[in-house]
């Protein structure tokens, strides 16, 4: 069967369900729901699935997409609706189809973040975010795999806005999801480095929309 | 998710152990429900979800339609900091809820080094930790497991023990409770009805007499009481409860696939071995109804492997059968099946080609001594024909990983059975070099020692354990006489082997030990990164007690044990016989050769062991 994809959220509890762990899961759910996937050729053989963008730890998206093939054909609502009852609380099963567009078209990430801060005024905080991240570039040390380098992470933030929720300030983005990638973590950690009277004493963030080069929508 | 947990967890390792929400958990409605349970492990929770009987447990507790069961684990050294820096208290997985919202606090204890943790999780649920501090009906704390077969060392901690296994008798407690609890009874109350149920022990109920020397020399049983309290057991497995929704975790655990257990109880009677006494009568499951659950659970968990359990896989009458129906499903869908606890025979090799047809991971054996003379003496049947006849299989078969695992300070044991352990593997070397079908991959070959701990209700029970001297000779002498670079030496460290035997033999009084360590910071003890030997020592002195009196001591044939209140079926008398047999290096046949009216089977109320 041709290359398939489905598409689902991950919030609430199963946010904490790492990268490789939810493959695992992801593996097991679909044999439960008797859709056997395409092993992987060779000495150890494994079921063919990736899951685009890594999520970080933590971090809650309505918007995972993953490819497989099964061995067998199945209409695709049929495998929509046996997956969808099959996962663990938190990771929804949203859609399947045919997957056209590879994956290395996705450009932008639309996401939101809460700043959580417990001693200062939200409305001072929100004027005071929107005011840094006007600033052209913003160069942070960041750590890899080759030690700590530094990095300017403004060219990969496309649109950014900060607005008072409550007691929190909300963040509302588009950045970039790959070449580069940018995790929102360090949209927060700049803060930390740059401006640490500003940085919030916690922050979290939700992935929305996936978008190509020209901001379509990626399916 | 709890606001002040939401920023932990991003700071601890692997935090998805900790917030629950796997697949096939159970969720009630807190409201529809009387008593809730919290059903801890004092362990981790990759430990705690490999454990078989806590997945039996937690499925027959939450049949009763007005009982929630929740899991609780020990939280890893990071995130317990956390916890406390955050003033989070110990919650259940399933509702996140607090442990202290919970009527009854359940301990699975399977060994002596998790006893301080199960301190350290009644501290962290805010719950005292002594009975007496306890004085209301609720919270209740009750514990079972293997590790509570000989109760005394926790017995000011818990208010009650279940003998034996749970699955009928915890839910006949819940029920009683649920009564209790309903009619506002007072916890003396409770206490007194629940002594009545078969399997229960309520220490409380239960004064050691001591003579001078520190022995026991009887226990004031108050009122009502029994005089001994027999272990409960299943007699039907076939018709028991066995959870075929087993939970499936969302992270890696130890034991990372379905388990089937296929029998309970051992024929062997090995003469170290607690699991092999205290689990019998021997009770199998039959192999049509295996293959039907097998099947099951892997679809409705979608593991991709499973493992049979037993305390000897090889004693399974229908083993061979019972492997073909199962293949019959895994092989064309890449599931493992993985067989442990298999004898060094012909038939294992056999059964092992089948399972590893492709993929030839390393074979285990047992020997557990170096010579034929101590392996007589501790009654673990096995030749060293036999032994070398399997490696000469294994080798023709493709196999080039050998696990060899010995016991050091087994009683009545000498030099030349140390050295016989050397010699043994130069034998399994010579064997590789004359039968290997490809000596281009090399062999090798892995010898490990532990070192013995005289358990009750064991035939040892009355021994003494080597000093931590003695052992590190033995284990000097081993290595100096392993020489070939094929075979690799490892060894337990005899420190945490001398604090389990004072443990494991320990009783009332060590509970002050336990809580002394528990008070300097002692937990998850069962782990090299957190045990330390020095706070132990530390914790006896200040309880004025010698942990040699228990380690070291050779036990008088009369003497009075901490756990002979206890009755697990076979007798103290067969148990004293098979001692005086090992002093005579004579074997007794196996079960399925002679009974040895071992006492067992009386447990079975006229039913049939199958031994």
Known sequence: MDKLRLRFSKTGRAVYISHLDLMRTMTRAFLRAGCRLKYSEGFNPHPNISIALPLSVGCESLCEIMDFRLIEEKELDDILKSLSVQLPEGIEALEVYGAERKVKEIKWLKISGIFEYDERDAAEMTEKLNAFYSRESIVISKKSKRGVGETDIRPAIKEIGFAQEGNDVRLDAVISAQEPTLNPELIADALRQLTPETAPDFAKFRRLEIYDENMEVFR | ?611
């Not at chain 2, 209790?180 to 229960?200: H, M």
């Open chain 2, 1 to 611: 998710m709890d606001k002040r947990l939401e920023r932990i967890l991003p700071k601890v390792q692997k935090p998805a152990r900790y917030t629950g929400g796997e697949y096939n958990q159970i969720i009630k409605d807190k409201a529809d429900v009387d008593i809730r349970v919290a059903f801890c492990f004092p362990d981790t929770y990759e430990i705690g979800m490999s454990n078989l009987g806590m997945g039996i447990l937690y499925s027959t507790m939450n049949e009763l339609p007005y009982v929630w069961c929740e899991r609780v684990y020990a939280p890893w050294g990071d995130m317990y900091e956390e916890m406390k820096k955050a003033n989070v208290p110990l919650y259940a997985l399933e509702s996140g809820d607090p442990v202290s919202e919970h009527d009854v606090l359940a301990f699975s204890i399977g060994y002596e080094m998790a006893y301080s943790t199960v301190l350290d999780m009644m501290d962290m649920a805010g719950v005292p930790i002594h009975s007496a501090d306890r004085t209301e009906l609720l919270p209740l704390v009750i514990a079972g497991g293997t590790a509570a077969l000989n109760p005394e060392p926790m017995a000011d901690f818990i208010d009650i023990f279940l003998l034996g296994e749970g699955e009928e008798m915890n839910n006949e407690l819940l029920e009683m409770l649920h009564e209790a609890k309903l009619d506002g009874w007072t916890k003396e109350e409770f206490l007194k009805k629940a002594a009545q149920i078969g399997g229960v022990y309520v220490p409380g109920f239960y004064t050691p007499i001591l003579n001078n020397d520190g022995t026991i020399e009887r226990f004031e049983v108050a009122d009502g009481a029994p005089e001994t309290v027999q272990k409960r057991i299943i007699a039907d497995l076939d018709k028991a409860n066995f959870p075929l929704n087993p939970i499936v975790p969302s992270t890696e655990v130890v034991h990372d696939r379905v388990n089937l257990e296929l029998f309970r109880g051992c024929v062997r009677g090995c003469r170290f071995c607690q699991a092999g006494h205290v689990y019998r009568p021997i009770r199998s499951k039959s192999p049509e109804l295996l293959v039907e659950q097998g099947k099951a659970l892997l679809k409705n968990t979608g593991a991709q492997d499973i493992t049979l359990l037993s305390l000897s896989s090889s004693d399974y009458r229908h083993l061979s059968g019972l492997c073909d129906g199962l293949l019959e499903y895994c092989e064309p869908r890449s599931i493992g099946l993985s067989l442990p606890s298999l004898r060094a025979d012909n038939f294992s090799i056999e059964i092992m080609h089948r399972l590893q047809k492709t993929r030839k991971s390393g074979l285990t054996f047992a020997p557990e001594a170096g010579s034929q003379r101590l392996r007589d003496a501790i009654n673990k049947n096995v030749t060293e024909e036999e032994l070398l006849n399997t490696c000469r299989l294994a080798f023709e078969g493709g196999w080039n990983t050998i696990k060899l695992y010995f016991m050091l300070g087994l009683p009545t044991e000498t030099d030349e059975d140390v050295l016989g352990i050397a010699k043994l593997a130069n034998q399994v070397l010579h064997t590789w070099r004359l039968y290997a079908k490809n000596k281009n991959r090399g062999v090798r070959i892995t010898v490990s020692t532990s070192c013995f701990v005289p358990k009750p209700h064991s035939p040892f029970q009355w021994e003494s354990q080597n000093t931590m001297e003695e052992y590190i000779r033995k284990v000097n002498l081993l290595r100096e006489n392993i020489r070939a670079k094929n075979v690799v030496y490892n060894w337990h460290d005899p420190q945490t082997s001398y604090i389990e035997a004072t443990l494991s033999r320990g009783d009332r009084r060590v509970g002050k030990v336990i809580e002394n360590v528990w008070r300097a910071g002692g937990r998850l003890e069962a782990w090299s990164d957190y045990f330390s030997f020095e706070r132990w020592m530390n914790a006896f002195e200040d309880a004025g007690l010698d942990p040699s009196f228990y380690a070291h001591r050779p036990r008088a044939k009369d003497e009075t044990m901490p756990w002979d209140v206890v009755d697990v079926g076979v007798r103290k008398a067969h148990l004293w016989h098979e001692r005086e047999q090992a002093y005579k290096s004579e074997l007794s046949p196996d079960c399925r050769k002679q009974c040895s009216a071992c006492g067992a089977a009386k447990l079975l109320k006229g039913g049939k062991c199958d031994g």
